[in-house]
């Protein structure tokens, strides 16, 4: 725990949570009666309600109403029912109700995180649904702590509500910030008593969950991204555009059939919709799955719409090349600060704008993905930030980069290099000199030498034919680069 974490830790203004959470966290730590569970609960009578309330909703489909908390203890267990009332009594201490706009956000992305993790937890056949609940309510109480205590955390966490960015990405590298929510959740909860399997997941649910390290499975912790990443996607307007993509990344990154994936998709709206008001969560602004898709693909031709007016606009003896220097000055991206790169969504933005002129021109794409895949430092095997590699990466390849062409993050180890007129073998040859360049990048730290080994993929758009949306193309140099990882080789998408 750093010292920034210790401050707000520290601060008198830190939220604290209900009695009957504290004395329900105090049952968890150790193996409690139902009596005395139940005692707990029954102290707060509106918290028995609001039990009741959810367990016989849709959400459930339970075959018969539930009158009793003893039933309810019946039908889904002791320790459900704790996990129930937790959830409850967490959002009753911390949640405002005449909170910021963005807070409502907050709370309408916790509550899908939960259902989706319930959810993910039935298909996949790992974990404590009730307990996933939990956890992905809970998850990114950091955030709220953070948005609670200072005042500069704000417009960070409206430009991710409004879609600006991924949330740990924007947090990163946000100058002078010294934290992150997934960081600082871990340590309140900590603090409050909540298991250490719990804490641990909360800390890391931003991670896939590969290795096996720590005090939480990866198979939970790669449950509990996956749900954060359908709320973000499903519940916050500004990840509408990915919501087409949203059923197939599911199945390959959890790698489960797509039907019952497709059936939590359709379900999932509604059941926050459901269940909100027993939260008194507001949750009007929550849509249909098919509501989303159609208002993603209405973004998705707007933005088309657009590029192609702007193509209008522009000369009409432009070839080749030229006149994509004009059609990115048209377009407002932002950068990283400490890095210089486009975001993954203003790479989306680019290729949108990109691809009619390059089908309108016949000037091909390339896109290359190169991932940082390891990275240990000397003796002691400390793992470096993917950012403390990203700028000596750059630096080796910055040879290869022309004005015209564009370089953004993927994710926090992955970079694109975006290419234009450039397609089969001049692709190829040029990922072929940049693999060289930086196969075995080594690079001087403040701690000694480290020893970077780096993958690379590849793939082409040509006018006319296939892959001529952002995902496709995207999705092509990935599938590439995970080949590359088996063979060692620069591999090119066929």
Not at 181 to 198: K, N, V
Request: hydrophobic share 40%.
């Amino acid at each position: 725990m750093n010292e920034v974490e210790k401050g707000l830790l520290a601060s008198p203004k830190l939220p604290t949570i209900p009695v009957v959470a504290q004395r329900l966290l105090e049952l968890l730590a150790r193996e409690a009666s139902f009596e005395e569970i139940a005692e707990a609960i029954a102290a707060d009578p509106g918290l028995t309600t609001q039990i009741l309330r959810t367990v016989n909703s849709a959400a459930y489909g339970l075959p018969r109403e539930i009158t009793s908390l003893q039933e309810a203890v019946v039908v889904l267990g002791a320790n459900s029912v704790r996990s129930i009332a937790l959830s409850f009594a967490f959002v009753r201490g911390l949640r405002d109700p005449q909170g910021a706009r963005d807070l409502d956000a907050h709370w309408r992305a916790s509550l899908m995180t939960a259902l989706a993790a319930r959810g993910l937890t039935r298909i996949l056949g790992v974990w404590d649904r009730e307990e996933a609940f939990l956890v992905g309510m809970i998850a990114d109480v950091g955030a709220l702590v953070l948005f609670d205590q200072l005042e500069e955390y704000r417009p960070l966490f409206s430009r991710f509500v409004s879609g600006g960015g991924d949330l740990a990405e924007l947090e990163r590298h946000e100058p002078g910030l010294g934290t992150d929510h997934a960081e600082l959740g871990g340590a309140l909860l900590r603090s409050w008593g909540f298991p250490p399997q719990i804490c641990d997941l909360v800390k890391r649910h931003h991670e896939a969950g590969d290795s096996d390290d720590g005090l939480s499975t990866p198979m939970d912790r790669k449950a509990l991204n996956a749900a954060w990443v359908c709320a973000r996607t499903l519940s916050l307007p500004g990840y509408g555009h990915e919501t087409p993509e949203l059923a197939r990344w599911l199945t390959d990154y959890l790698d489960v059939p797509a039907e019952p994936i497709a059936g939590l998709l359709e379900a999932l709206p509604g059941e926050l919709r459901e269940v909100a008001g027993a939260f008194e969560i507001p949750a009007d602004e929550q849509r249909s799955y098919q509501d989303l898709l159609i208002c993603a693909n209405e973004q998705l031709r707007e933005m088309a719409l657009r590029s192609e007016q702007r193509f209008q606009e522009l000369s009409a003896s432009d070839t080749g090349r030229s006149g994509f220097a004009d059609l990115r000055a048209s377009l407002t991206l932002n950068r990283e600060p400490r890095t210089g790169l486009l975001s993954r969504q203003d790479l989306d933005a680019v290729l949108v704008a990109y691809l009619p002129r390059a089908r309108q021109r016949r000037c091909p794409l390339g896109l290359l993905a190169i991932e940082i895949h390891e990275a240990a430092l000397g003796r002691e095997g400390e793992k470096l930030d993917p950012d403390e590699l990203v700028r000596p990466l750059l630096d080796r390849i910055s040879r290869y980069v022309r004005d015209e062409d564009e370089v953004a993050r993927l994710a926090p180890a992955r970079i694109g290099l975006l290419l234009l007129d450039c397609e089969g073998a001049d692709l190829l040859r040029v990922a072929q000199r940049i693999h060289g360049a930086i196969h075995s990048l080594g690079l001087e730290h403040r701690r000694g030498p480290a020893e970077v080994r780096v993958a690379l993929g590849g793939a082409d758009v040509i006018p006319s034919r296939r892959r001529t949306s952002p995902q496709q193309l995207i999705d092509a140099a990935t599938a590439a680069l995970d080949a590359s990882y088996e063979s060692g080789e620069v591999r090119l998408a066929r």
